[in-house]
């Protein structure tokens, strides 16, 4: 298994500009969520997904729109880029209630964005 | 949503000490994870620990539900475990997170 695969690994964008950050995982997982980490600071909640179709809001969503189309891909698209948008990005995912450590989260890489 | 606080916010070693983290929240969780991210940015689930106690080699976690704190211990600490430690909390186990803002460990040889 990949586990959990994003791409781009780096973007500078112009503000303004929009882009799709992509996220995959490939371990039939159904919770998928995104991340984004500002400089010495946590992860902040940004959308989730409890299957395909399904998303909802998290802490931070201004900005931001996802969808959840397959089990397998959880794309973050941004509009209108803005310099607090920049941020590394975190795609993560959770096992199914009925796998042994449903629990644990599985985060990807991280995409690393630059909004000038 | 929860408040999540952990201290210190910094904290440096000689290789082979060893050192507690903590972790209060505001709120009753259903799950409570710890994690390190490495230098290199990638994050690892170290414990899944709503309450009680867990060990995985020189690491242990405890958390104390009732009193809203979780402590992470290493032991014979090593320049590998250098990186932020996060908190994480969730409150109605859909695995929807808060994060504290982390303890920065480094490791000296």
């Known amino acids: 298994n990949a586990g959990v695969t994003q791409t781009p690994k780096f973007r500078i964008l112009k503000i303004g500009q929009s882009m799709t950050l992509q996220c995959t995982q490939d371990?039939?997982?159904?919770?998928m969520y995104w991340y984004r980490q500002d400089p010495g600071m946590g992860l902040k909640l940004i959308y989730y997904?409890?299957?395909?179709?399904?998303?909802d809001k998290g802490e931070v969503p201004n900005g931001y729109n996802v969808s959840r189309s397959t089990t397998e891909d959880f794309p973050l698209r941004l509009e209108l880029a803005a310099p607090s948008q920049t941020s590394v990005y975190f795609c993560?995912?959770?096992?199914?209630?009925?796998?042994?450590?449903?629990?644990?989260?599985?985060f990807g890489p991280g995409t690393r964005l630059l909004v000038l | 949503g929860i408040q999540v606080e952990q201290s210190p916010p910094d904290l440096i070693l000689q290789e082979g000490a060893n050192s507690t983290l903590r972790c209060n929240f505001s709120?009753?969780?259903?799950?409570l994870q710890w994690f390190h991210q490495n230098p290199w940015g990638q994050l690892i689930n170290l414990f899944y620990?709503?309450?009680g106690t867990k060990q995985n080699g020189r690491l242990s976690a405890t958390t104390v539900a009732t009193e809203r704190y979780s402590l992470l211990y290493i032991s014979s600490s090593q320049t590998t475990d250098s990186g932020v430690y996060f908190c994480?909390?969730?409150?109605?186990?859909?695995?929807?997170?808060?994060f504290g803002s982390g303890t920065k460990l480094n490791v000296k040889p």
């Open positions: 997904s409890v299957g395909a179709g399904i998303t």
């Open positions: 371990m039939n997982h159904n919770y």
């Open positions: 994480a909390v969730d409150e109605y186990n859909f695995n929807k997170f808060y």
């Open positions: 709120d009753s969780v259903n799950n």
């Open positions: 620990i709503p309450s």
């Open positions: 993560a995912s959770t096992p199914p209630p009925q796998r042994a450590d449903p629990e644990t989260q599985y």
